[in-house]
T-cell receptor, first 117, second 113 residues
Framework: AQKVTQAQTEISVVEKEDVTLDCVYETRDTTYYLFWYKQPPSGELVFLIRRNSFDEQNEISGRYSWNFQKSTSSFNFTITASQVVDSAVYFCALSEAVDNYGQNFVFGPGTRLSVLP | DGGITQSPKYLFRKEGQNVTLSCEQNLNHDAMYWYRQDPGQGLRLIYYSQIVNDFQKGDIAEGYSVSREKKESFPLTVTSAQKNPTAFYLC????????????FGPGTRLTVL
């Protein structure tokens, strides 16, 4: 069965520090998709990135970067030069590529990031 | 603007009452989902629907019911059979193909008094 682990429950950093959020996943499928979402205090989940299992290239978007390593089943998320507005709960998620797509979208438990001024 | 709307944002109900949470999307997505989130916890799937007039139970469907009469709408009813309904409820939608990202509404915070 698929599973997503985010071992860091809470992280606190001071503004301008870099921070990496870890995500480790388990799946038996060779085709799957990984996601990161941000949940600010308002509650709405904001989609950040989607990555398929055949694309191991790292991705950078502004201060955000993602490191996908199939060898270690990890999809880590780094925020460079963190800002107070980055304070949120971040969720990693996994979806296997089957027809009944709704049933197999699994979220990790989340990591609460606090960026202090 | 395309998106997902949920109403109301805050909802209070007395124990023993049924209550319906609204979810509407104008993204033309086929699939819609309901999740429950408890304080400090992750998301748990209640129900999902891949197409109009069809829906499937998720991991925690007991005490909940849904309908999908229109593509745009996927209301969730929290019945009196749900033993601990106080939680944050999130609705989401996605395109029809597998592995697509889900887009979320702003959520409804339900409190049972």
């Amino acid at each position: 069965a698929q599973k997503v682990t985010q071992a860091q429950t809470e992280i606190s950093v001071v503004e301008k520090e870099d921070v990496t959020l870890d995500c480790v996943y388990e799946t038996r499928d060779t085709t799957y998709y990984l996601f990161w979402y941000k949940q600010p205090p308002s509650g709405e989940l904001v989609f950040l990135i989607r990555r398929n299992s055949f694309d191991e290239q790292n991705e950078i978007s502004g201060r955000y970067s993602w490191n996908f390593q199939k060898s270690t089943s990890s999809f880590n998320f780094t925020i460079t030069a963190s800002q107070v507005v980055d304070s949120a709960v971040y969720f990693c998620a996994l979806s296997e590529a089957v027809d009944n797509y709704g049933q197999n979208f699994v979220f990790g438990p989340g990591t609460r990031l606090s960026v202090l001024p | 603007d395309g998106g997902i709307t949920q109403s109301p944002k805050y909802l209070f109900r007395k124990e023993g009452q049924n209550v319906t949470l609204s979810c509407e999307q104008n993204l033309n997505h086929d699939a819609m989902y309901w999740y429950r989130q408890d304080p400090g916890q992750g998301l748990r799937l209640i129900y999902y629907s891949q197409i109009v007039n069809d829906f499937q139970k998720g991991d925690i469907a007991e005490g909940y019911s849904v309908s999908r009469e229109k593509k745009e709408s996927f209301p969730l009813t929290v019945t009196s059979a749900q033993k601990n309904p106080t939680a944050f409820y999130l609705c989401a939608s996605s395109k029809s193909s597998g592995g697509r990202e889900q887009f979320f509404g702003p959520g409804t915070r339900l409190t049972v008094l």
